[in-house]
């Protein structure tokens, strides 16, 4: 199989090595150029690439094709057409022109608008993105593409993305032109998405009510044992689990997606996926089929796969973290300190800019991974706090510390490592450790945006990170506009020691999960967003209106609709949770303990009859359930009435802070007591598998 694997690799994607086969060479070339310098594409050039397109499509056994795009669910659409073309006598051919290739129409009025579109007012297009490539899966040919209404306005997350990589582009550009690298026409960032998830046996999940609606349990007592024996993280696979993992890396190689590396993860049953770089709406579009793909191949083999961040409670949840750089049309990535850092001036204003944007804009950054399963990651002691800071590592923090008080830096020399055993290899051993408890991280030649939750679109903080850090690179321009190219070396130089010292506040290289970084923060002035309600009305502050329209990657109505879709989904996600839970306790869990209760009761009766003696302990345990009982009964009450209430209300920020702050405190409340209870009653009239049936017996 594995001579095979470069033959499969891509094999079902319409890539570069496809499009020189089967297009003329001069529209093969006016195709590369709209890809590398975004460039419009003439109606001949995609008619000539719609009928290759096709051509090799349905060589490869495709009937249909749709345009694939990323409304603002999160999630992908897809509308399906096949290729046939009545051509009269009761004939077809199988066509497709480049006009059906460049635009579609599908109804817009079901997708969430925030208010940008009234129901009734159904025409929306979808445009295509000819730099993300077109891929075969379930006999269709997917063509990616953007998503706009009949008025123009972004009705999904590729075209921001799309406006934000081309506005960083434009302005890094233009640093490096000032820096002497006037060769370079583009700069493109890069994303590398590493993919948490669980696996859970399908029979086990299809008995979970709360698993099914809500993706996450919301009841469930802990098992004898959870992750405290660290036996599972990077431990050997499972046969399921690694004939699962097998097939996955299959189907995601066939369709261009680079997975690299596998694993288990830290949580029983939790594993994770992380692939090689490429271009961010290439890999925001892969990470969307990837996580299809998950789920798609885990009913193969009688698996469902989880990507709820929580889905479990007292073990660790899932992240994702995006792992971003800028790379010029050359392939040299700017987030390379190469050999000395201290002296290349070329990463370190491009550092030095990060640095800025993170700290000017940590509210867009903690908004763009705000949602109702993240907020029970966040700060939770298994994944990065809600505060966002960046780690640069020792070396980078001595460099950044001699910008501030101009004094020369040396670069660290090279240490080998030396284990000890004269068998084993020695090596160099790196100029800086890795951070786990850091939200943003410098990683070597990356930054390592941590705080993403699982089932969250890498496309949100990818189109925030661009458009902050593009903003900065504008005003680094704009200070630099006047300087002559002899004295730019030392204007750069005082460029950087200014910023650094404006913005040094947001660096923290220790445990963000103490309590004292927690005041530190404070005492910094950094923000602590803590949950999504509190975050969410951020997106509408009037200079971050300002900077999306100064840039152009949202108009002010763009930006307001995207409040309002994610006060909607957050409010909509607590009321399934907590519709679900009212259901499993009034169906399930109360019913459960009454029945035993009830079996209970007769047996001490039947004692009783026989002057059986030893009844005291069965007596305890019945008055153990009553009580639960009626405490599940008394919460269960409380949360109906406040549901009603939050029900009327009408303000949607309101209701969201309500639907936190009541609405989960009394799911919690009925949870505590309902796990306690769970502890006294026998297997076999649990109503629903328990942790342990779900985490180990996979």
Request: hydrophobic residues 40%; charged residues 25%; contains cysteine.
């Amino acid at each position: 199989m594995g001579n095979g694997v470069p033959e499969m690799y891509g094999s079902l994607v319409f890539n570069n090595k496809i499009m020189r086969e089967k297009l003329p060479k001069d529209i093969y070339k006016a195709l590369r150029k709209t890809i590398e310098n975004n460039t419009h594409l003439e109606l001949d050039v995609a008619n000539s690439v719609a009928v290759a397109m096709k051509e090799w499509a349905v060589e490869n056994g495709a009937t249909h094709y749709t345009h694939w795009f990323q409304p603002m669910t999160g999630y992908t659409a897809e509308k399906h057409d096949s290729f046939l073309t009545p051509v009269g006598d009761g004939q077809v051919i199988m066509d497709f022109s480049g006009r059906e290739l460049r635009k579609g129409e599908p109804d817009a009025s079901s997708f969430p608008s925030g208010g940008l579109r009234a129901t009734f007012e159904a025409r929306g297009y979808t445009a295509w993105d000819p730099t993300s490539p077109a891929f075969i899966k379930d006999k269709t040919l997917y063509i990616p593409t953007a998503f706009c209404s009949y008025s123009g306005e972004a009705l999904d997350k590729k075209t921001p993305l799309l406006r934000s990589m081309d506005v960083l582009s434009k302005e890094a550009v233009k640093i490096l032109h000032k820096l002497g690298q006037t060769n370079v026409r583009t700069v493109h960032t890069t994303v590398g998405a590493e993919q948490e998830y669980f696996l859970v046996d399908k029979k086990a999940y299809e008995k979970r009510k709360d698993l099914i609606f809500a993706g996450r349990t919301l009841l469930g007592a802990l098992p004898p044992k959870g992750q405290e024996m660290e036996d599972h993280y990077f431990g050997s696979l499972k046969t399921r689990v690694a004939a699962y993992m097998h097939d996955l890396d299959e189907e995601l190689w066939k369709l261009g997606i680079p997975a690299k590396t596998k694993h288990n993860e830290v949580a029983p049953a939790q594993h994770e996926l992380a692939p090689v770089f490429d271009t961010t709406n290439v890999a925001v579009d892969h990470n969307q089929l990837t996580m299809e793909i998950m789920k798609k191949v885990a009913e193969k083999h009688d698996l469902v796969c989880l990507l709820h961040e929580k889905p479990f409670a007292g073990i660790n949840g899932s992240g994702k973290h995006n792992n971003w750089a800028m790379v010029t049309n050359e392939g040299v990535n700017l987030m390379d300190p190469g050999k000395t850092p201290a002296e290349n001036l070329q990463f370190l204003i491009f550092l030095v800019a990060v640095i800025k944007a993170v700290d000017e804009h940590a509210d867009l950054l903690r908004v763009s991974c705000a949602s109702a399963g993240n907020d029970h990651r966040l700060g939770a002691n298994e994944a990065p706090p809600a505060i966002i800071s960046i780690f640069l590592g020792d070396e980078l923090t001595k460099v950044i510390g001699a910008i501030e008080d101009g004094t020369f830096f040396a670069t660290q020399e090279k240490v080998k490592m030396d284990t000890g055993a004269a068998a084993l290899s020695r090596f160099t051993k790196d100029t800086t450790d890795r951070n786990r408890t850091s939200p943003f991280a410098f990683t070597g030649n990356k930054f390592e945006f941590r705080s993403l939750g699982s089932a969250h679109s890498v496309a949100d903080p990818n189109i925030m990170l661009n458009t902050v850090v593009a903003d900065v690179l504008a005003e680094f321009n704009r200070e630099l506009d006047e300087v002559a190219p002899e004295n730019m070396d030392a204007a750069v130089k005082e460029l950087l020691t200014k910023t650094v010292k404006a913005h040094k506040r947001i660096l923290f290289d220790g445990d963000n999960y103490t309590e004292d970084w927690l005041k530190e923060a404070e005492k910094r002035g950094l923000y602590n967003l803590k949950n999504t309600p509190a975050a969410l009305p951020f997106i509408v502050k009037q200079e971050n209106i300002d900077l999306f329209v100064r840039h152009k990657v949202l108009t002010e109505n763009e930006l307001k609709s995207r409040y309002e879709i994610q006060l909607e989904k957050y409010c909509k996600t607590i009321r399934i949770e907590d519709r679900t839970l009212q259901s499993m306790i009034s169906h399930q869990f109360l019913p459960a303990l009454m029945t035993y209760a009830d079996k209970l009761s007769e047996s001490i009766q039947r004692r009783k009859a026989v002057g059986s003696f030893g009844c005291e302990s069965e007596l305890e345990q019945l008055q153990l359930l009553t009580d639960a009982y009626n405490d599940i009964y008394k919460k269960l009450k409380k949360l109906k009435a406040d549901t009603d209430t939050v029900e009327k209300m009408t303000d949607m920020q309101k209701a969201a802070e309500y639907y936190h702050d009541v609405i989960l405190a009394d799911m919690d409340d009925i949870r505590v007591s309902a796990d306690e209870a769970e502890e006294y009653l026998p297997q076999s009239m649990m109503p629903y598998p328990t942790y342990e049936d779900l985490l180990f017996y996979v």
